[in-house]
């Protein structure tokens, strides 16, 4: 059964919709434009390109298609203005649509693009990895790299319309999809102390993409997000517990170079981390840290410095004094004294805590660092 999601944000507010099999003609009927161009990336192109655009055709649209390769490298100035002359040469003008088909890469480049395009132009985010419905696809943050770091340059620019279909999800590979649940278990600890019970009751049906449990998995990951952006679109205070695990999580892919660990692998590691640094500082119970190591354990997710994928040389950036380093030398952040979010109860935290340097050295250690 399909689902509706809505971000309210007044006249920026739009419905996030979830769903098995949902045709992008559907899209097309609630967000009619004269034209429209699917950015995507080669993969997905391959899987879902052709019905996307066929879906859309029939709605009455003009298509145009661009597709750029798969991967991080890809969110980068070059392809912003590929993509802004591939705009031009269709035609585009400010009524036209570009639909985002695929995961955060595309989701935040082709969002970048909308943004800036014709000084702005509508989009519309068809999220096709766990991580992108649940997180990226939601929210209007969109932005490339620099070579001096991730996501410097950027702005907020929210889509019209999401449009999830979780039949996607069963062509994503099982390490892709896994990284997704780490952010899916964030919200359990954010916001959500019975989705996180849910989880931990459904761990195989989760692993098996059980299409009735995700859509009301992601339906509920998206009704925190949404509650979250409603109340701080750009992020002056609440939606920093979005990155509850990220501190450390954004220093460890800093230091081990970015796709050798997966984002939610290293996000896994810093909610254990967090988590642990949670009991030390604000009275979170250690039973229910020890829940969040089993639950992503269970889930195949990383929870220690044990239990991370294979780093060769590059695992020396594990060391304590590296990783610290990061937290500061991170451009968003340089020279700032490192802020967490940290668990009270699991369902409950606060945010823009600093937590003394021996706490922070001890737990990391304690997880094998
Ligand atoms: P991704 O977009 O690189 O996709 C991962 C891989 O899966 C790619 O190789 C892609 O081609 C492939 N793929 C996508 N859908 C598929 C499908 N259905 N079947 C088979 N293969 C498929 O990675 P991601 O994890 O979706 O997104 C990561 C990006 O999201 C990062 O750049 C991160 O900065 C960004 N992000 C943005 C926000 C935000 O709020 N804007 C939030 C979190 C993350
Ligand atoms: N992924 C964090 C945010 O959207 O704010």
Not at 54 to 62: D, E, F, P, Q, S
Not at 81 to 95: P, S
Not at 156 to 184: I, W
Request: aromatic residues 6%; proline residues 4%; neutral net charge.
């Amino acid at each position: 059964m399909a689902r509706t999601v809505t971000v309210e944000l007044a006249e920026r507010s739009y419905d996030i919709r979830i769903g098995s099999g949902l045709p992008a003609s559907q899209m097309a009927a609630t967000v009619p434009a004269p034209h429209v161009l699917i950015v995507t990336d080669r993969n997905v192109d391959t899987l879902y390109g052709d019905r996307t655009e066929a879906a859309l055709r029939k709605a009455g649209a003009t298509i145009s298609r661009a597709v750029v390769p798969a991967g991080e490298e890809t969110k980068s100035e070059g392809w912003v203005f590929k993509l802004y002359e591939k705009a031009v040469a269709a035609g585009l003008d400010r009524t036209a649509l570009i639909a985002a088909l695929g995961g955060g890469v595309v989701g935040d480049l082709a969002g970048f693009v909308a943004a800036t395009y014709l000084r702005g132009i509508r989009y519309v985010q068809i999220p096709t990895t766990l991580l992108a419905m649940v997180d990226s696809s939601v929210g209007g943050k969109t932005g490339i790299n620099l070579p001096a770091g991730k996501n410097l340059v950027g702005a907020f620019h929210q889509p019209s319309e999401v449009l999830v279909d979780l039949d996607t999800l069963r062509t994503l590979s099982r390490r892709e999809y896994v990284c997704g649940l780490a952010e899916v278990v964030k919200y359990g600890v954010i916001a959500d102390a019975a989705l996180f019970s849910t989880l931990e009751s459904n761990t195989e049906a989760l692993l098996a993409r059980d299409p009735a449990l995700l859509t009301d998995i992601v339906a509920r990951c998206c009704e925190v997000k949404a509650e979250v952006v409603s109340k701080d679109e750009r992020e002056g205070g609440l939606r920093a517990i979005l990155n509850f695990g990220h501190t450390l999580a954004h220093a460890l892919e800093n230091q081990l170079g970015y796709g050798r660990l997966l984002h939610g692998e290293a996000v896994a590691v810093g909610m254990v981390f967090a988590a642990r640094v949670s009991v030390a500082q604000c009275g979170f119970p250690a039973d229910e840290a020890g829940r969040v190591s089993r639950l992503l354990e269970a889930l195949g997710l990383p929870a220690s410095v044990r239990t991370l994928p294979d780093l060769g040389a590059s695992a020396e950036g594990l060391a304590w004094r590296p990783l610290r380093q990061a937290m500061t030398t991170d451009k968003k952040v340089r020279g700032a004294t490192p802020r967490f979010v940290l668990a009270e109860r699991l369902g409950t935290v606060v945010f823009g805590r600093q937590v003394p340097e021996d706490v922070l050295a001890a737990e990391w250690v304690k997880m094998g660092g």
